[in-house]
T-cell receptor, first 112, second 118 residues
Framework: GQNIDQPTEMTATEGAIVQINCTYQ??????LFWYQQHAGEAPTFLSY????GLEEKGRFSSFLSRSKGYSYLLLKELQMKDSASYLC?????????????FGTGTLLAVQP | GAVVSQHPSRVICKSGTSVKIECRSL??????MFWYRQFPKQSLMLMAT?????????EQGVEKDKFLINHASLTLSTLTVTSAHPEDSSFYIC??????????????FGPGTRLTVL
């Protein structure tokens, strides 16, 4: 079956660094995505990994290990506006039009 | 980035009525669109894949006759919740892949529709 796991909730302090983990077991794999979602809003795209390694984008970095079925999202210099849900999603097959399977989401609370 | 719109953003209806939600890709064509449902404090659950010019593909457990999907053109997909009941109250979100053929193609999400069935 398809299974994507993330911690349900995390708390971190403004200015700090936080790592959100994601493990997956899917029948196919063609890329892993991280999205940010504020309450009541649609998800917004953060990052994409298809090869092993680290992708860096400003304050956000994402890492992938395909052999371990593991990814993490690293947020640096946390700001209060980073309080949101972070969704890990796996594209389960070849082609850009293949569906995304979402994890349970991690609700991050950034405290002063 | 690509823009996807949804209409309406919020709808309240009586039990037993039908509600239509539109999803449009504004600056690109989308032969495929996806419909998700999200309950409070939960992640997105894929309901169906909307295919332009052919029938939608529904996920296991999603009733085809209750959630009617029509992909009328390359920029428009509609989801109709028929005979809505209070348990259908949820946040419905559509998405469309940009489909430029590059590996980094991602899905862009509409702003969502909050459905409340009384």
């Amino acid at each position: 079956g398809q299974n994507i796991d993330q911690p349900t909730e995390m708390t971190a302090t403004e200015g700090a660094i936080v790592q959100i983990n994601c493990t997956y077991q899917t029948s196919g794999f063609n890329g892993l995505f991280w999205y940010q979602q504020h309450a009541g809003e649609a998800p917004t795209f953060l990052s994409y990994n298809v090869l092993d390694g680290l992708e860096e984008k400003g304050r956000f970095s994402s890492f992938l290990s395909r052999s371990k079925g593991y990814s993490y999202l690293l947020l640096k210099e946390l700001q209060m506006k980073d309080s949101a849900s972070y969704l890990c999603a796996v594209r389960d097959g070849g082609g850009a039009t293949n569906k995304l399977i979402f994890g349970t989401g991690t609700l991050l609370a950034v405290q002063p | 980035g690509a823009v996807v719109s949804q209409h309406p953003s919020r709808v309240i209806c009586k039990s037993g009525t039908s509600v239509k939600i539109e999803c449009r890709s504004l600056d690109f064509q989308a032969t495929t669109m996806f419909w998700y449902r999200q309950f409070p404090k939960q992640s997105l659950m894929l309901m169906a894949t909307s295919n332009e010019g052919s029938k939608a593909t529904y996920e296991q457990g999603v009733e085809k006759d209750k959630f009617l999907i029509n992909h009328a053109s390359l920029t428009l997909s509609t989801l109709t919740v028929t005979s809505a009941h209070p348990e259908d109250s949820s946040f419905y979100i559509c998405s469309a892949p940009t489909g430029t053929g590059r590996g980094t193609d991602t899905q862009y999400f509409g702003p969502g529709t909050r459905l409340t069935v009384l």
